[in-house]
């Protein structure tokens, strides 16, 4: 069949370039999308038969207390996550500079890029361990006693999003030193020749460069605040008494231990809802910072 | 008072020794033009002017003040980077009063000051765009612009012309003297480009791995290069070379010896700085190689097949293979030697003929590459 490959390949080699993707993001992303949307109008305890139900596990997921408390927590999550990409910013252009050991300094910021999510999560869990945890022992130092922070409901979606923060703002460092490293030599030139320094050089001439990677790291931030789940199954399970819930979570619980499939897909259907909205945002944002820069 | 004064300012790299004890004394008003093979350390040498790049050691002196320990933005400099740096999210406006911003001038003398530098660059229309809506040369503009609003002492020009097409170099070069003559300001501009060099400059400052060769007004570069890197850097077709060895020395001057060529005599060489049997090298002009219609007893000349055949209207260029006689160092990478015709020549590939030069047109170089024949008349200007 070579005549065959000769005159189709123009059309043929990028398809079969991009088959295994689209196969597998079809299957895994869109069919299950789709399918969670199916579920959400059922009754199901995942092995039986399906029962439609229509939107009645929307109209409870409405009145349910549960699902505001996650809401809130997620709200939460993304105010504490936002303060990532300034600090995060703050920390790049401090080991940024070209000062003896700062490379050593700089490799210490990566240390929790490494580290699992969840190895992050049990690390935090022993920190605020109120018998021998360094919260203790800081408490300890002035005679005073920690507050069992992951045990108090008031506490603990803030303790958990705080332990996540540090990762976040790991993460939006690299991409501002990334940004750093590519930023226009000349153009800094130009700004010093103009007598910008300090505080206007940074507002001026550095900042508007970073714009980009600024949109990236905030729109990543967002994300990850949006998606939390595995801090939360590591630190609290959601507990006490489902105060530090979160929606992903609050799906994962509904659907693993509830068996009830069917409301846990509701809750998905709503998290996706949100996300979409986020990246519609998002993508405008890019593509309008695309054209601007054309 | 001078204007841009350097003492022995040195400048190493890790390991590597890029500015080598430049002395150099730039007056008020001068149109001063830095040129140099790329490395030779001249854009390294007008950012030092900048305070863009630091020094190990020497000094930089502006209008009287020694500003080598200061910032660039309080050197009373200001600087067209080749790549033009403007600030993309800026306006052309925003671009051209930054400077005087950041010196927190009142609005009004930022807005006059942005408005005489439009009008003189022909950029009114365009103030309220981004750079990127700009053409090349409008963006070169508004570059220049940026620096006219500071009326700065000194203008630092960093190759400004190198990523415009032939044409609008041209018409920018043609501008940018005017300005000169406008504004009447020290200008000090760095350039690969030898055209610019010859016809910009009021002087022109030749840099070779991180040494200044010569200092001189053009013409008088042309005309009594010091040495053999200046001789051959400048003009173009480039200068032939020949290596030869010296055979005799006396009170008259010098006779030489080379391949393919009859013995040369070489009049007014001091003599104390060569001896027989030293390797020296002859450098003639392609314009001072004519085409004799026979070998002349009295005259250098030697034969030679034509290679190639360059056309350019009003000059026609002949690239000659005279075996066993071979051109040194050429622009070709051949032995050929380049012959400059000013007229249209009938000459083809191919043609055998005969090719001379007076003595008194070729320069000869010692074997530490100085200069050894006298000083050429200058043309007047």
Redesign the interface.
């Known amino acids: 069949m070579p005549g065959f490959w000769r005159r189709n390949r123009h059309w043929l080699t990028p398809a079969l370039f991009l088959a295994p993707g689209l196969i597998l993001f079809s299957l895994v992303i869109l069919a299950a999308s789709v399918e969670t949307v199916w579920i959400s109008l059922h009754e199901w305890d995942g092995i039986g038969a399906k029962t439609w139900v229509g939107l009645a596990n929307y109209a409870e997921l409405a009145d349910d207390p549960q699902f505001y408390v996650s809401l809130k927590n997620n709200v939460i999550w993304l105010l504490i996550f936002m303060l990532a990409p300034p600090i995060g910013l703050a920390l790049a252009l401090i080991v940024n500079q070209q000062i003896g050991g700062m490379r050593i300094l700089k490799s210490l910021f990566f240390v929790p890029l490494v580290l699992a999510t969840v190895t992050v999560g049990v690390v935090f869990g022993w920190v605020y361990d109120p018998t021998y945890g360094l919260l203790q022992l800081i408490f300890g130092l002035f005679g005073g006693t920690a507050p069992a922070l992951l045990s108090d409901e008031n506490f603990a979606t803030f303790a958990v999003a705080a332990a996540a923060l540090w990762p976040q703002i790991a993460f939006c460092m690299v991409l501002f030193l990334a940004g750093l490293n590519n930023l226009?030599e000349?153009?800094i030139?130009?700004?010093?020749?103009?007598?910008?320094?300090g505080w206007?050089m940074l507002r001026?001439?550095v900042l508007?460069q970073l714009?980009q990677v600024g949109f990236i790291a905030i729109a990543v931030t967002v994300i990850g605040a949006l998606r939390s789940f595995d801090m939360v199954a590591v630190m609290t399970t959601g507990g006490p008494y489902g105060s530090s819930t979160v929606l992903a979570y609050q799906m994962y619980e509904e659907s693993i231990f509830s068996y009830r499939f069917g409301y846990g897909a509701a809750i998905a259907t709503v998290l996706f809802v949100i996300m979409i909205s986020f990246i519609a945002w998002y993508l405008h944002g890019l593509i309008k910072a695309e054209r601007s820069?054309a | 008072m001078s204007s841009v004064e350097l003492r022995k300012v040195d400048k190493h790299y890790a390991g590597y020794h890029a500015l080598k004890a430049i002395d150099l004394t730039i007056e008020k008003g001068e149109f001063v033009v830095m040129v140099g093979p790329s490395g030779c350390g001249k854009s390294t040498l007008l950012?030092t002017i900048?305070?863009?790049e630091t020094i190990n050691s020497g000094q930089v002196v502006i209008n009287g003040r020694d500003v080598t320990k200061e910032?660039?933005?309080?050197r009373g400099?200001?600087?067209v980077?080749?790549?033009y740096?403007?600030?993309?999210?800026m306006t052309v406006a925003e671009n051209m009063g930054?400077?005087l911003r950041?010196?927190n001038r009142p609005k009004a003398e930022i807005d006059a000051a942005v408005k005489r530098a439009a009008q003189i660059l022909r950029l009114e229309e365009q103030l309220d765009k981004r750079p990127?809506q700009l053409s090349g040369g409008q963006r070169q503009r508004v570059a220049i612009g940026?620096a006219i609003t500071?009326s700065p002492e000194v203008f630092l020009f960093d190759e400004p012309l190198s990523n415009l097409d032939a044409a609008l170099r041209t018409q920018m070069r043609v501008e940018l003297s005017g300005l000169h003559a406008q504004l009447g300001s020290t200008m000090v501009y760095v350039t690969h480009d030898q055209i610019e060099a010859m016809t910009m400059a009021d002087r022109i400052v030749v840099l070779n791995k991180g040494r200044v060769e010569q200092v001189g007004s053009p013409l008088e570069l042309y005309a009594n290069p010091a040495n053999i890197f200046v001789a051959g850097f400048l003009g173009a077709p480039r200068m032939n070379f020949i290596e030869a060895q010296i055979e005799t020395v006396n009170a008259a001057g010098v006779t030489l010896t080379a391949t393919g060529i009859p013995a040369l005599a070489f009049g007014g060489i001091d003599a104390g700085g060569v001896s027989p049997g030293d390797a020296v090298t002859v450098g003639i002009r392609p314009e001072h190689l004519r085409v004799l219609e026979r070998a002349n007893p009295g005259q250098a000349s030697f034969p030679g097949q034509v290679r190639l055949v360059e056309h350019l209207g009003r000059e026609t260029v002949l690239y000659l293979d005279a075996s066993p006689l071979q051109a040194t160092n050429s622009d070709s990478g051949t032995g050929n030697f380049t012959v400059q015709l000013n007229k249209v020549s009938p000459i083809n590939i191919g043609a055998q003929l005969t090719a001379g030069f007076e003595t008194a047109d070729a320069y000869l170089f010692g074997p530490d590459g100085r200069t050894l024949t006298p000083r050429k008349p200058v043309p007047a200007t």
């Open positions: 226009n000349d153009l030139g130009a700004g010093r020749v103009d007598g910008a320094r206007r001026h001439v508007p714009s820069n | 950012k900048a305070g863009l910032e660039p933005g309080d400099i200001a600087m980077f080749q790549s740096a403007l600030y993309p999210h930054f400077g950041m010196a990127k940026r500071r």
